[in-house]
T-cell receptor
Framework: DAKTTQPPSMDCAEGRAANLPCNHS???????VYWYRQIHSQGPQYIIH???NNETNEMASLIITEDRKSSTLILPHATLRDTAVYYC???????????FGQGTILTVHP | EAQVTQNPRYLITVTGKKLTVTCSQN?????MSWYRQDPGLGLRQIYY???????DKGDVPEGYKVSRKEKRNFPLILESPSPNQTSLYFC????????????FGQGTRLTVV
């Protein structure tokens, strides 16, 4: 799995878009970029993943740069319930293993 | 509903008293794994299983055992728990390909005194 780098913390006002960056400069061509989040001490929750193209689902959008060395998770209208630790990782679950870095603590404030 | 179920959610035990944390998934996933989460150290994999009767060590296997006798269940066994195994534990399952996400249980907070 490629090593990922994320800012340790970010703030966002409620109702605004939260843009969380991730650097994965060593990602290989067949590795997907995944985003998970962990609210308090609950189990990590899958958000979205992508390979090359930008992706959108009911939770978020994922923008992957053309060279695939970085990506941005976008929560279009952040709510207080989006306050969590957000993890970016790559490689999917080959052999059932996920490698998590330290993630970004996103705090959404009123 | 697709889910991974861990039990118990909370457990306080004494050093040396064998315990088992159960994990069950209802998605017919082949891959299952156990993680522990400690402050400042993030999520670290303990053991994983690629199918029934196939298990292997993760990054921090010392002091733990697992078994995979059925596809849906993957219990974590601590034969002789010690205080340094006090942690938050998560079980996860996945189809195991690069294009599939993992599903996590709600966690088991274990305290060994």
């Amino acid at each position: 799995d490629a090593k990922t780098t994320q800012p340790p913390s970010m703030d966002c006002a409620e109702g605004r878009a939260a843009n969380l960056p991730c650097n994965h400069s060593t990602i290989s061509g067949n590795e997907y970029v995944y985003w998970y989040r962990q609210i308090h001490s609950q189990g990590p929750q899958y958000i979205i993943h992508g390979l090359k193209n930008n992706e959108t689902n009911e939770m978020a959008s994922l923008i992957i740069t053309e060279d695939r060395k970085s990506s941005t998770l976008i929560l279009p209208h952040a709510t207080l319930r989006d306050t969590a630790v957000y993890y970016c990782n790559s490689g999917g679950t080959s052999y059932g293993k996920l490698t998590f870095g330290q993630g970004t603590i996103l705090t959404v404030h009123p | 509903e697709a889910q991974v179920t861990q039990n118990p959610r909370y457990l306080i035990t004494v050093t040396g008293k064998k315990l088992t944390v159960t994990c069950s998934q209802n998605m017919n996933h082949e891959y299952m794994s156990w993680y522990r989460q400690d402050p400042g150290l993030g999520l670290r994999q303990i053991y994983y299983s690629m199918n029934v009767e196939v298990t292997d060590k993760g990054d921090v296997p010392e002091g733990y055992k697992v078994s995979r006798k059925e596809k849906r269940n993957f219990p974590l066994i601590l034969e002789s728990p010690s205080p340094n195994q006090t942690s938050l534990y998560f079980c996860a399952s996945s189809a195991g390909t690069a294009n599939t996400e993992a599903f996590f249980g709600q966690g088991t907070r274990l305290t060994v005194v």
